[in-house]
């Protein structure tokens, strides 16, 4: 009998898996591997992200030293600025002076138990308003005795504060040497 007029004809006898059949079990276990591998990678980018971000988040220390920095600086350039009696540039950086002080005290700042800014809080307000007063008043004796409190509020936190080592003085000269402190001809200037 011949193949043709088999009585099976039509009904496929089974038969060992194809070359096509194969690839494709191959391709899939491939495909399943990298898909696995990539959720892997993604969930240790996913990681390292949030890692980061509790990073980002942690608070920073503030920058206590730099913004005292920053104080001292405006606070002498203020009193060469009221010794030329240019009220102008004093005035200027009277608020110069008031808004570092207001950023150091709204930051909370505590440093080694101290609490810096609650010690600013209570001693240093008077007498930078007191001062920035006689500067609105243009009055050069008024200026020298209360520059002289700021002076001292500044040591009295500094004692408070565990740093009493850092003794502020009132300047002999200026440590900027490339700004003039003399007012304008017309301008800011004059008792």
């Not at 194969?22 to 990681?47: E, H, P, Q």
């Not at 002498?76 to 200027?92: I, R």
């Not at 110069?96 to 001693?123: H, N, P, Q, R």
Request: aromatic fraction near 8%; proline fraction near 7%.
């Amino acid at each position: 009998m011949d193949h043709l007029s088999s009585p099976h004809r039509g009904v496929s006898e089974p038969r060992p898996p194809g070359a096509w059949q194969t690839l494709f079990i191959v391709l899939a276990m491939i495909l399943a591997a990298v898909a696995l591998w990539g959720a892997v990678a993604a969930s240790r980018r996913v990681f390292r992200l949030e890692e980061r971000v509790k990073a980002l988040e942690q608070p920073k220390p503030y920058p206590l030293g730099e913004a005292m920095g920053y104080l001292q600086r405006y606070v002498e350039k203020l009193y060469f600025a009221g010794q030329a009696h240019n009220w102008e540039l004093a005035d200027f950086y009277a608020h110069e002076v008031g808004e570092t002080v207001e950023d150091i005290m709204s930051a909370k700042v505590v440093d080694e138990g101290v609490e810096v800014s609650k010690l600013m809080t209570t001693m240093l307000p008077p007498a930078e308003q007191d001062l920035q007063e006689a500067v609105q008043a243009r009055d050069p004796a008024l200026f020298q005795t209360r520059y002289g409190a700021l002076v001292d509020a500044c040591n009295a936190c500094h004692q408070e504060a565990k740093h009493g080592f850092m003794k502020i003085t009132i300047p002999e000269r200026p440590s900027v040497t490339n700004q003039s402190f003399a007012p304008d001809r017309g301008t800011g200037g004059g008792p």
